[in-house]
């Protein structure tokens, strides 16, 4: 049998809420990449989350919210305007489990 293939992302024009967890690597600690990634959250509004540097180097970044601000938020740490260098991300699509209020660094 085989394991339950990943939510896909939603689609780009999508109000419905969701839960994007993204994962960045490269050099993304001690630049300020947290403080940037929460002030573009909060630029595109309507975003509940936090982002939180991991002991392997990397960013994760918790946003919930409509699909396409989700969307918009996973497109800038893609290809945006970001501190450091990013070599990639990772990202995987989830229902909403709630319980932030407004976007947080952790």
Same mark, same amino acid.
């Given at each position: !049998?085989?394991?339950?293939?990943?939510?896909?992302?939603?689609?780009?024009?999508? @109000?419905?809420?969701? #839960? !994007?967890?993204?994962?960045? +690597?490269? !050099?993304?600690?001690?630049?300020?990449?947290?403080?940037?990634?929460?002030? +573009?959250? /909060?630029?595109? =509004?309507?975003?509940?989350?936090?982002?939180?540097?991991?002991?392997? =180097?990397?960013?994760?970044?918790?946003?919930?919210?409509?699909?396409? #601000?989700?969307? #918009?938020?996973?497109?800038? /740490? +893609?290809?945006?305007?970001?501190? =450091?260098?990013?070599?990639?991300?990772?990202?995987?699509?989830?229902?909403? +489990? =709630?319980?932030?209020?407004?976007?947080?660094? @952790?």
């Amino acid at each position: !049998m085989c394991p339950p293939s990943p939510p896909v992302p939603p689609a780009a024009d999508s @109000r419905e809420p969701v #839960r !994007m967890t993204a994962w960045v +690597r490269g !050099m993304v600690q001690g630049v300020g990449f947290r403080w940037h990634t929460r002030a +573009r959250a /909060l630029a595109i =509004g309507d975003l509940s989350g936090f982002a939180l540097n991991t002991a392997d =180097g990397r960013v994760q970044v918790v946003a919930e919210g409509p699909a396409e #601000r989700c969307l #918009r938020l996973l497109g800038w /740490l +893609r290809e945006g305007d970001t501190p =450091g260098r990013v070599d990639g991300v990772t990202e995987i699509w989830d229902t909403p +489990r =709630g319980g932030y209020e407004g976007f947080e660094i @952790r």
